[in-house]
């Protein structure tokens, strides 16, 4: 791997490096998945300033070069034939809390940030986030959530580069059209760039959030809709997460993964009935929205279908902690994995007639 000083060819003004920029050709990305897969990208620019993210995008836009931006790389599976493009990684920091407003700049350890607003600040918002692996500015992209939060709920704004205008722009919480694991940044993925993303958070006194998450409820002893003690309920969450092999431990390859590979299934009334129809004398996970439709839990589904954890024989596997995670056991390819989601795909549709969804995003792949 050549690492080497690049002066960009002079396109337009705003289009200009005004300084040399440190750039790696060739480039692993594998290492820079928490998967630990993927083949190299022809060029790999590091930004640590948002103005060093702009003049990147702004001359990759304006040379036609194809662009991939990446931050923690926790949600991501890449091909391994690479990225034949310029792939900008967003490194970016800067944590400001006043009163209980949040902003953090895109490439903040989401974890870390999340972990100083309860235990230094005291607020509550995001102490059910505990330990997601990624970066902030991947957050609204996904609409990030876990036992019962998620991050729609807090957001107030995005800062945003909008390639398309070719300016910075504000999208408020509503611009940014959040739904389940979706959002406008998803739905328009060569559109935005995230720069910055502010919150709104809660001083209840020390008290949680209200809890929404069975689970949660359970293990901390608490009715639903109830709160607890703040850091007790973000202790709680990281001490469930690592139990499920969703907290990030290099020596343990339950954790080479990208998390929930899929979305849980989102039912139509009539695609709910069929799926029931099929069950068999099971009682699946149900949770009916206020539009008719129906959420059930995709984890359930492929425990059910017969694949269990650790399923699998090969170098990728289900985890053996938690069934919605495909794993790396440390010298799988991309096509390893990609063979085990097929294959447990269509295991569940063949059992109970419903089409997982992929979670993560696909560069250069299709499931």
């Known amino acids: 791997m050549d ?3 690049l002066h960009l060819p002079r396109q337009t003004a705003s289009a200009v490096y005004r300084g040399p920029v440190h750039v790696t050709e060739n480039a692993p990305l594998a290492p820079l998945t928490t998967l630990r897969l993927g083949g190299p990208a022809r060029r790999l620019v590091t930004a640590h300033t948002d103005q060093e993210v702009l003049e990147t995008v ?4 304006a040379a036609g070069e194809p662009l991939l931006v990446i931050g923690g790389g926790s949600n991501l599976v890449i091909g391994d034939a690479g990225f034949d493009g310029t792939v900008l990684r967003i490194a970016t920091t800067g944590r400001t809390v ?3 407003t949040l902003e953090l700049a ?8 999340v972990a100083e607003v309860v235990h230094e600040h005291g607020l509550a918002g995001l102490e059910f986030l505990a330990g997601i692996p990624g970066s902030a500015g991947a957050t609204p992209v996904q609409n990030v959530g876990a036992y019962g939060q998620e991050v729609a709920q807090t957001i107030t704004e995005v800062v945003a580069y909008d390639r398309r205008a070719g300016e910075t722009v504000t999208l408020t ?6 739904s389940y694991r979706h959002s406008r940044f998803k739905a328009e993925p060569d559109r935005y760039v995230v720069l910055r993303v502010r919150f709104a958070l809660e001083d209840a006194a020390g008290a949680s959030s209200p809890i929404r998450y069975p689970e949660v409820a ?3 002893g608490a009715e639903a809709g109830s709160r607890v003690d703040l850091r007790t309920a973000h202790r709680t969450v990281l001490e469930l997460r690592a139990n499920k092999g969703m907290v990030l431990d290099e020596q343990d390859h339950d954790t080479w993964s990208a998390g929930s590979f899929f979305t849980n299934p989102i039912l139509t009334p009539e695609q709910y009935q069929a799926f029931r129809s099929r069950l068999g004398g099971l009682t699946a996970p149900a949770f009916p929205a206020p539009d008719g439709t129906t959420k059930t839990s995709a984890a359930w589904l492929i425990d059910n279908a017969g694949f269990k954890k650790g399923y699998g024989s090969g170098p990728a596997t289900l985890s053996t902690k938690h069934t ?9 390819s991309t096509a390893d994995l990609l063979a085990l989601a097929r294959e447990i795909r269509a295991g569940v549709h063949r059992v109970f007639g419903v089409e997982l969804v992929n979670e993560p995003v696909f560069i250069g792949v299709e499931l």
């Open 173 to 178: 919480n509503a611009e940014c059209a959040f």
């Open 3 to 5: 690492s080497i000083r």
């Open 98 to 100: 006043r009163g209980t």
């Open 324 to 332: 919605l995670a495909l794993t790396n056991r440390g010298s799988a």
């Open 106 to 113: 895109a490439g903040e350890p989401w974890a870390a940030a």
């Open 58 to 61: 702004r001359a990759a836009d």
């Open 218 to 220: 359970r293990t901390l």
